[in-house]
């Protein structure tokens, strides 16, 4: 996470926690929080870089997002 991180935004040092994984019978997605100065952030591959606000989520965000999101805020509050 902390090489393709900085690889795609240029930016290094953040803390990245592993949080979840959904998994099906031919897949697998991780997913990781990390905080840190996201202002930093900028494309520097073909993969474009986008800083959005999630408070309130937009609405259109995949239906997963829309409690995994909220919880790692509440891990956020009681873990880091």
Do not use: Q
Request: glycine letters at 6%; one cysteine or more.
């Amino acid at each position: 996470m902390r090489r393709e991180f900085k690889e795609e935004t240029g930016v290094e040092g953040i803390d990245w926690n592993s949080l979840i994984v959904l998994a099906g019978t031919d897949w697998e997605v991780h997913f990781f929080c990390g905080f840190g100065d996201v202002e930093k952030c900028k494309s520097l591959t073909d993969e474009i870089v986008v800083v959005v606000d999630v408070n309130p989520l937009p609405e259109n965000v995949i239906p997963n997002l829309k409690w995994l999101i909220p919880m790692v805020f509440d891990l956020a509050l009681t873990s880091y």
